[in-house]
Nanobody, 123 residues
C-alpha cells in the first residue's frame, strides 16, 4: 500500500512557475508508476503527466506538453511536477497518483490518490 501527500501548490501569476512535490510512504514505491491529475471546479479530473516505474517512459496531457515536467526520485520516494509558463486555465486541484499499471494516463488506472494541492493562477 502507498500513501501520498502533495505539497507546493499556491497562488502564482500567469507566466510564472511552481514545483509540486508528492511524498510517498510504503516500502514498494519503486514498483509503482506515478502520475499527476488535476480537477478544476465543475470539471472532470483530467490527466496531466505520468512516469513509468523506471522513469524511462513519460507522457503528458496535450494541454501541458512543453510546459510541465514530471520526474521521480525513488531513493527519496518523491515525485515532482514542474509547472512553467502557467496559464489561468491551469488553475485546479492537483492530485498525485500511484498505479500498478504501466503508465497511469487514465483515472481508472490509478490505485492510490493523494488528497490534492490547490494551484491558482491569476491572470
Amino acid at each position: 500500500q502507498v500513501q501520498l501527500v502533495e505539497s507546493g501548490g499556491g497562488l502564482v501569476q500567469a507566466g510564472g512557475s511552481l514545483r509540486l512535490s508528492c511524498a510517498a510512504s510504503g516500502r514498494t514505491f519503486s514498483s509503482y508508476a506515478m502520475g499527476w491529475f488535476r480537477q478544476a471546479p465543475g470539471k472532470e479530473r483530467e490527466f496531466v503527466a505520468a512516469i513509468a516505474r523506471t522513469g524511462g517512459v513519460i507522457d503528458y496531457g496535450n494541454s501541458v506538453k512543453g510546459r510541465f515536467t514530471i520526474s521521480r526520485d525513488d531513493a527519496k520516494k518523491m515525485v515532482y511536477l514542474q509547472l512553467n509558463s502557467l496559464k489561468a486555465e491551469d488553475t485546479a486541484v492537483y492530485y498525485c497518483a500511484a498505479s500498478s499499471r504501466f503508465l497511469p494516463t487514465r483515472k481508472s488506472y490509478v490505485d492510490y490518490w493523494g488528497p490534492g494541492t490547490q494551484v491558482t493562477v491569476s491572470s
